[in-house]
Each structure stands twice: as structure tokens, then as C-alpha cells.
């Protein structure tokens, strides 16, 4: 009998969500592809959080551990800078159409909202060094020219980001949790470096499925 692999029978929107998280969080740490993030502690707790807590729906809760342990074994065919490309288009709307259904049924997002400010951070165009970062996405320009303009007020530079239709739905920006976490993550990353900022989502949420922090929410 031919043996399936099980990355194969994961959902896709597991595995957009796995490749999501570690493409921007990853890279502003300083990894160069998937194995090398994984290897550290912090990142798989942050990758089992979002993927069982947040992305998986109650069918798709078996293929948390497949996806988990088939991206520690498989051979790295692209790099995270490369997992990076266009992830306006590919990427980023399952993580936003989830935290919008979330929201809908006052559930938890903070893993959600993490995994987008690490991808405004990334959208910045440079690293905590301040190396340049090369970012390649229709949308970049202008993300770019919002950072610059409105770079010195955090609550105006994420409202600005709202803004960009269609990839923020108006329900998504006249959600005040919305807002409020988005912020809270992006300030923080900003302030702090993605490795700190992932430490305290980690704390926040390794209590998750026992008592969710956010919107009265249910896990």
C-alpha cells in the first residue's frame, strides 16, 4: 500500500496559515527558511497556538500535528524571504477571512493579529539591524508610503493600513478588538523586536484553551 503523506491531506489553510507565520515572523528574526525557525521552542509553540487554537476548525484539529511534523522534516524548496512574495494576493487573506469569522462569534484572535503586524513589520522594509529587506508585493509601494508618512503615530499609521482595500474588509476596520490587537502587536514588535514580542504571545496565550483573553471568546 502506498503511504500518504500527510502534508498532503492537511488543509490548506493550514498550511497558508503555517507558512504566513513563519514567512514574516521568521524572517524579521533573522531565519533563513522553515526548519531553522522551527527549531526554535518559541516558534512552535507560536505555530501550535495559531494552527489548534486559531485556524483549525473542529474536523481540521488532527491536521495540526501532521502539518507541524511534516514542516520539521521537509526539505526546504524555498527560502522565508522567498514564502514572503505577494502575500497580499496568497497569504494574508485566509489569515484575515478567519480573524473576520472569529470576531463574527467572539472568539480570540491574538495569534491572528500577531501573525499580520509581523507582516506590516516585514512590509517596513528593513530588519531590527536595519539591514533592508526585499519586499516584493502589488502592495508594497504603497504600505511603504504609509509607513513614511505616518510613521511617528502608531493609532494613525494602522488606521492608514486599514484603509487598503480590498485586503481589510470595513468589518475588519470598524472592529475595535480588531484595531486595538492589531495595534497592540505592531507597537510592540516595533518597540521591542519580533523574538520579545512572540516571548509575551506565547505567555498570553498558553492558557488559551482554558480561558481566552479577548472578546469574551471561546476557543
Same mark, same amino acid.
Given at each position: 500500500?502506498?503511504?500518504?503523506?500527510?502534508?498532503?491531506?492537511?488543509?490548506?489553510?493550514?498550511?497558508?496559515?503555517?507558512?504566513?507565520?513563519?514567512?514574516?515572523? %521568521?524572517?524579521?528574526?533573522?531565519?533563513?527558511?522553515? #526548519?531553522?525557525? =522551527?527549531?526554535?521552542?518559541?516558534?512552535?509553540?507560536? =505555530?501550535?497556538?495559531?494552527?489548534?487554537?486559531?485556524?483549525?476548525?473542529?474536523?481540521?484539529?488532527?491536521?495540526?500535528?501532521? +502539518?507541524?511534523?511534516?514542516?520539521?522534516?521537509?526539505?526546504?524548496?524555498?527560502?522565508?524571504?522567498?514564502?514572503?512574495?505577494?502575500?497580499?494576493?496568497?497569504?494574508?487573506?485566509?489569515?484575515?477571512?478567519?480573524?473576520?469569522?472569529?470576531?463574527?462569534?467572539?472568539? &480570540?484572535?491574538?495569534?491572528?493579529? !500577531?501573525?499580520?503586524?509581523?507582516?506590516?513589520?516585514? @512590509?517596513?522594509? !528593513?530588519?531590527?539591524?536595519?539591514?533592508?529587506?526585499?519586499?516584493?508585493?502589488?502592495?508594497?509601494?504603497?504600505?511603504?508610503?504609509?509607513?513614511?508618512? #505616518?510613521?511617528? #503615530?502608531?493609532?494613525?499609521?494602522?488606521?492608514?493600513?486599514?484603509? +487598503?482595500?480590498?485586503?481589510?474588509?470595513?468589518?475588519?476596520?470598524?472592529?475595535?478588538?480588531?484595531?486595538?490587537?492589531?495595534?497592540?502587536?505592531? @507597537?510592540?514588535?516595533?518597540?521591542?523586536?519580533?523574538?520579545?514580542?512572540?516571548?509575551? =504571545?506565547?505567555?498570553?496565550?498558553?492558557?488559551?484553551?482554558?480561558?481566552?483573553?479577548?472578546? %469574551? &471568546?471561546?476557543?
Amino acid at each position: 500500500m502506498t503511504e500518504v503523506d500527510p502534508i498532503k491531506q492537511a488543509s490548506p489553510q493550514l498550511l497558508h496559515g503555517a507558512y504566513t507565520a513563519l514567512a514574516y515572523a %521568521g524572517t524579521l528574526a533573522g531565519y533563513s527558511y522553515v #526548519h531553522q525557525a =522551527l527549531a526554535n521552542p518559541l516558534f512552535a509553540r507560536y =505555530l501550535q497556538h495559531l494552527l489548534h487554537y486559531e485556524l483549525a476548525t473542529a474536523p481540521m484539529l488532527a491536521d495540526t500535528a501532521a +502539518v507541524l511534523q511534516q514542516l520539521a522534516t521537509v526539505a526546504d524548496e524555498k527560502s522565508l524571504l522567498q514564502l514572503t512574495q505577494n502575500g497580499s494576493q496568497q497569504l494574508l487573506p485566509g489569515i484575515l477571512a478567519t480573524a473576520e469569522q472569529r470576531l463574527a462569534t467572539g472568539q &480570540g484572535i491574538e495569534a491572528l493579529c !500577531f501573525t499580520l503586524a509581523a507582516w506590516l513589520r516585514f @512590509s517596513m522594509g !528593513f530588519d531590527a539591524k536595519g539591514d533592508t529587506l526585499d519586499v516584493i508585493d502589488p502592495l508594497a509601494e504603497r504600505l511603504m508610503q504609509i509607513r513614511l508618512q #505616518h510613521w511617528d #503615530h502608531i493609532d494613525e499609521l494602522v488606521a492608514q493600513y486599514l484603509l +487598503v482595500t480590498p485586503l481589510f474588509s470595513a468589518t475588519l476596520r470598524d472592529n475595535a478588538v480588531f484595531r486595538d490587537r492589531l495595534t497592540y502587536w505592531l @507597537s510592540y514588535i516595533l518597540a521591542n523586536g519580533v523574538v520579545t514580542a512572540l516571548q509575551t =504571545l506565547v505567555l498570553e496565550v498558553q492558557d488559551y484553551s482554558a480561558a481566552p483573553r479577548l472578546a %469574551g &471568546g471561546q476557543v
